[in-house]
């Protein structure tokens, strides 16, 4: 392990096998629980089950027992909108009372609200006697934090308290190396028989066809903080007006075939329980396990590809990104003015700088995308007033691009790091080996990402477009041209005949990393490619060695460091394939990018609930098999997510331009497997339209079903 770690600080360790391969997950702002099939935490070494909130972990055991054996499993499934996991379980034989296996039902479900982890336990008698057991939830709270579950060693740790015992509750405390004091608050109801410091016991007898109803509540509390536990009913059913209240607010999409549709469903779902809000706006976090917090670039790119259907998250990420830009220099994280953030973290290692993620800007690319998202939203919403309120931080962020980003002046974005402690790799591909040469040796800083030089093409001309509406003409003409500039740098410097694709980087003596890779399917996306060089890609990604027949893969096969079963080196990314999708439909190449839309589509019918994750591994697609999953990849993950709407907006040539309340197609297409989408109350401006879209051989019928306001719908071919 210590060898590993030379390489790469942050990497995640996998000692052994998860002790549960689909985790059941629930999210809620800060708060997030995994738990195993049945409804429990597992204390198994290392494992990664428990109630977290802000990244420490605050339940690290929660088990439910029948006269001290596990029931036995009958089926779980968290409901389609991740409001609730229902568990289904029934005794086995209890030779202590002499009930028979089969006899009790068991019904646990489970929720998150507001820093407080809710369970209601209900047991039936089926039998046509009474049954009399002993039920008992034993649990324990470790307060480690999530990069020692990461894998992290530890020298000191903070000082447990000792725990206080009341009829019905028991409160666990751990005063951290911080100096703040968390604590997880649990409350029984009814009283337990018996209570002690690890379990809780109830005598339970039941008569036959007779019900008994039990409630848990783990509350998680910081320092004088405490979260209110309501009754379980009461927390229910504000959870579930909460989320229909946000469904009722939102764009839909709807398909002729309903495995689209769960697909859709489940995206959107996802993506509902892992934004959060904040006093700036709602954010996606990252990721569950191990990225749920805010992070830069990722909330960046799940709210492009989510843009169309609820620009109010681009708007949340706007916000927050612009509130937490740097002002000054600061070498331990990475800091420079005008620089947008790459992650914060609020847990007890991040406090005490053992890890620098407290607020670290460790990111190459989040500034320029910053900028880009900036316009971007613009043009969707024609939100003038709160674009001019981040303008001064869009004027900082391209400061940073040109002075901090472009350090040496040569015309390109280039990082290196400068905190002993941070990321060596800071474009989206962030784990150490993932930029390398032909042989595979490492590339030296500073580096010049592919993907990054398009990110800031972009970021100029929508900047300017906004110059423009501040009536700074001067700067708007400045970024136009430093656009022109870099594309035809960029074409110089950065295309590979022989690869058919641009190289992945300039290391630190301008020398191209030719290495086949999906970073250059971004400088589609961003549209720095020039159009010659777009068409060659747009084929060449579809090529064995790139496309596995579930998705395009980080890095083709067999070139250098080509694994794939590894991060960065090889997987499929659904972000990632989205972006290049995105750009093949871009310059009008759609019949591959729906090739790409295809792939992913047949992989989301093998994963649990149609849910894409993180990442997976890039093995190519044989018969009858599915894809392979990669083992500690983020499940659910906001971009991957979002990554079907991506898709979707790119094969139909979707743009809405909120100034002109217009919605435009260009070259339309639906894949073979949908026959009709409907768009329900997609907003423009102040109005918003439901559209019907019908698939025929070689375009799209387009129909207006409802109407609000003046919206014009256009289409071209």
Known sequence: MDKIRVGDKWYVAAHA?????????????????????????????????????????????????????????????????????????????????????????????????????????????????????????????DFVDLFEVRGMERRQRGERLPEQIDSDEVLIGYRGLDGRVRRTRLHFSPPPDVINAREAEFDVELHPKEEGHFYCTAGCEQDDVSPQQLRYDTAFRDNAEARHAATLRNCSIESSNPLVNLWFKRSASDL???????????????????????????????????????????????????????????????????????EARKCEMANTQEVPFGRYYGTVDATPLFVALAGAYHERTGDTGFVRSIWPNVVLALQWIDQYGDRDGDGFVEYARRSKDGLAQQGWKDSHDSVFHADGRSAEAPIALCEVQGYVYEAKLRAADLAVMMGDGPLAERLRHEAVELKERFQQQFWCDDLGVYALALDGHKQPCRIATSNAG??????????????????????????????????????????????????????????????MARYGHTAAALEVLTGLFDASLYFGQHRLPELFCGFPRRPSEGPTLYPVACSPQAWAAAAVFGMVQACLGLGINAERREVNFTSARLPRFIDWLRIRQLAVGDGFVDLLLQRYDNNVGIEVMRKSGDVAVRAAV
């Open 17 to 141: 096998a998860r002790s549960d391969e689909n985790p059941h997950v629930l999210k809620h702002d800060e708060t997030f629980v995994l738990l195993d099939r049945y409804g429990d935490v597992q204390a198994l070494g290392k494992g990664e089950q428990g109630l977290y909130h802000e990244d420490t972990r605050y339940l690290s055991h929660l088990e439910l027992l029948m006269d001290g054996v596990r029931p036995m499993f009958l089926g779980s499934a968290v409901k389609e909108d991740n409001s609730l996991l229902i568990v289904e379980l029934m005794n086995p034989d209890l030779p202590r009372h002499a009930v028979l296996k089969g006899t009790v039902h068991i019904f646990r479900a489970k929720l998150l609200w507001r820093g407080v982890c809710y369970e209601h336990i209900r047991l039936t008698n089926h039998g046509d006697e009474a049954a009399r057991l002993r039920l008992t939830l034993q649990f324990d709270a």
């Open 522 to 583: 971004h400088a589609l996306w961003s549209g720095i490619a020039s159009p010659e060089h777009a068409a060659r890609m747009a084929q060449r990604f579809l090529q064995p060695d790139f496309n596995s027949g579930w998705g395009i893969r980080t890095v083709a096969g067999g070139q250098a460091r080509y694994n794939p079963m590894s991060y960065h080196n090889g997987s499929i990314w659904p972000h990632d394939n989205a972006l290049i999708a995105g750009g």
């Open 272 to 342: 509902a329980m892992l934004t959060t809000s904040l006093d700036t706006g709602p954010y996606p976090y990252a990721g569950v396990p191990w990225y749920s917090t805010t992070f830069g670039r990722d909330g960046i790119l799940t709210a492009y590809e989510q843009l169309w259907i609820d620009p109010s998250l681009a708007k949340g990420v706007l916000a927050f990104l612009a509130a937490t830009q740097a002002t000054g220099e600061d070498a331990e994280r990475d800091a420079e003015p005008g620089k947008i953030l790459h």
